[in-house]
């Protein structure tokens, strides 16, 4: 599995968008991109996931670059219930299969009043 | 409806004696992981069951370490001989692997302290 890169630490005020971005530049042509966080003291909880198109959906989008190296997750109107540790992980999805999550250090949000 | 569900939430034990620590996954779901996640270590994978086939077990950290899943629901971890090392959160997810979106879903997590 490709390994991803991640700034350990970022802040961002109530209300503004948070642009959190990863880089996974050894990624291969089969593998998708996913996000999770983790608020303090949960499970970590599932985001969004992408090949090779942008994505949205009700909690966040996701962009990934062109040449499929990088990518940012963007949470448009962050609340301070979004301070969490993000994760950016890269996977193949084979359908009918599952497999294991490598979970690096992530990125820990603080959300600020 | 209902999570993944996790038992005990706590546990603390004395060096040397064993656990279990319980999962329930999501009813349906055919897959179900293990992690363990520790102040020194983060967030890492312990064991991964899917379906019927053999699990992958290249997760855990020794042969003190062994799970189960029985009639491909409920799993069971179990730590033997526990040192003061196997002190982590200890959490479960379980997939709707046949979905193709690979999206897990983890319970609340066991947190075990050895003394």
């Known amino acids: 599995d490709a390994k991803t890169t991640q700034p350990p630490s970022m802040d961002c005020a109530e209300g503004r968008a948070a642009n959190l971005p990863c880089n996974h530049s050894?990624?291969?042509?089969?593998?998708?991109v996913y996000w999770y966080r983790q608020i303090h003291s949960q499970g970590p909880q599932y985001i969004i996931h992408g090949l090779k198109n942008n994505e949205t959906n009700e909690m966040a989008s996701l962009i990934i670059t062109e040449d499929r190296k990088s990518s940012t997750l963007i949470l448009p109107h962050a609340t301070l219930r979004d301070t969490a540790v993000y994760y950016c992980?890269?996977?193949?999805?084979?359908?009918?299969?599952?497999?294991?999550?490598?979970f690096g250090q992530g990125t820990e949000l603080s959300v600020k009043p | 409806g209902a999570g993944v569900s996790q038992s005990p939430s706590n546990k603390v034990t004395e060096k040397g004696k064993d656990v279990e620590l319980r999962c329930d996954p999501i009813?349906?779901?055919?897959?179900l992981y293990w992690y363990r996640q520790s102040l020194g270590q983060g967030l890492e994978f312990l064991i991964y069951f899917q379906g019927n086939s053999a699990p992958d077990k290249s997760g855990l950290p020794s042969d003190r370490f062994s799970a189960e899943r029985t009639g491909g629901s409920v799993s069971t971890l179990t730590i033997q001989r526990t040192q003061q090392e196997d002190s982590a959160v200890y959490l479960c997810?379980?997939?709707?692997?046949?979905?193709?979106?690979?999206?897990?879903?983890f319970g609340p997590g066991t947190r075990l302290t050895v003394t």
């Open positions: 997810a379980s997939s709707l692997a046949t979905s193709g979106v690979y999206e897990q879903y």
């Open positions: 992980i890269v996977r193949v999805a084979i359908y009918n299969q599952g497999g294991k999550l490598i």
């Open positions: 009813s349906g779901h055919t897959a």
């Open positions: 050894t990624i291969s042509g089969n593998e998708y």
